[in-house]
């Protein structure tokens, strides 16, 4: 009988070996909790797509954040939905908007804790749900749209955020913002470029999370699927015009975009772990079929393994625990 000269399992016989032989880690500082807050409640409402995920009043707000930074969680992502929209999402750059008021509450709360950072769209502020304002035919206009973005990114600059995330997928977005913010002297403030965002099927739950008023898709401006080398040519883009961190969304059906734009770019790759991804391990696990903590944290690691130096995830704060543990 022959027997085996290269012994593969010696490096997996016991937890302490396969801990200290792992390739990829996971840390708590590594995620980033997506919040909604929501203008006018005075308690949190439950996400029924998203279970354990709510739309937070101000107060709670504050105390999912202050739970956060005590976990070790790296940032909050803040998204706000407002009690009025309209066709121009004036709420976006209003100072007294309820996601520049939200922003201003956390940076007082939270601001040293961890990074405090906001998403930059109208989409949540349209009475169309679009990304940008409408042309004459319907379209998104870009230019016009990026007037809007400066606004808000100004807005957001000056109510406390330190990174913002330029999620419209609009050409020429990170250049813009980039230079009124440092016109502006925002010089420090982050930018977060949603570079290779894809018009995925898996952002559903998030429509119910911001209360979309969303009709027809976003196909005119976020990525096709099926590109691969699109994705990878966006993020180059926007490193160009001075982003200081790129995103791969969604992460878990483009890890192979993921891990080619690690390779290419030199700055911060961060993916984000969106609704469709966690509602699917939330329901397989409330059916019993899968083993939830296990689940999270594989995917979490896989995401992390393709390349993602940071995660946006609605587990954050819990994943974060259970690291801790």
Not at 13 to 29: F, I, K, Y
Not at 76 to 91: E, I, K, T, W, Y
């Amino acid at each position: 009988m022959s027997f085996p000269e290269t012994r593969m399992r010696r490096l997996r016989q016991s937890p302490a070996v396969r801990s200290l032989v792992r390739e990829t880690s996971l840390e708590p500082r590594q995620l980033v909790l997506p919040l909604f807050v929501r203008e006018g409640l005075s308690e949190p409402v439950a996400i029924g797509s998203m279970p354990g995920v709510q739309q937070h009043s101000l107060d709670s707000l504050r105390a999912v954040a202050l739970e956060a930074a005590a976990a070790g969680v790296g940032g909050v992502m803040l998204f706000g939905v407002p009690a009025v929209r309209d066709a121009q999402g004036s709420g976006a750059d209003d100072p007294r908007g309820i996601l520049n008021v939200a922003t201003e509450a956390l940076a007082a709360e939270v601001g040293d804790a961890l990074v405090v950072q906001t998403d930059l769209c109208l989409d949540e502020f349209t009475d169309h749900g679009h990304c940008g304002v409408l042309a004459a035919d319907g379209s998104v206009d870009n230019d016009a749209t990026l007037e809007r973005y400066t606004s808000m990114a100004l807005a957001q600059a000056r109510a406390g955020s330190q990174l913002l995330g330029l999620s419209g997928m609009m050409d020429g977005q990170v250049a813009v913002i980039r230079a009124a913010l440092d016109a502006e002297g925002f010089t420090d403030t982050l930018l977060l470029a949603y570079a290779a965002k894809y018009a995925s099927a898996f952002y559903g739950p998030f429509r119910e999370a911001v209360d979309s008023q969303l009709q027809g898709d976003r196909r005119t401006y976020q990525l096709d699927p099926g590109n691969r080398r699109e994705g990878v040519r966006e993020a180059v883009v926007d490193e160009a015009e001075g982003a200081d961190i790129v995103m791969v969304k969604p992460a878990m059906a483009f890890l192979d975009v993921l891990r080619e734009v690690r390779d290419t770019v030199s700055i911060p790759v961060w993916a984000y772990q969106v609704s469709g991804e966690y509602a699917m391990v939330e329901a397989a696990a409330a059916n019993g079929w899968i083993d939830r903590r296990a689940a999270v944290l594989e995917s979490l690691v896989s995401i992390r393994r393709a390349g993602a130096d940071a995660v946006l995830t609605y587990w954050a704060t819990e994943a974060a625990g259970w690291l801790r543990d």
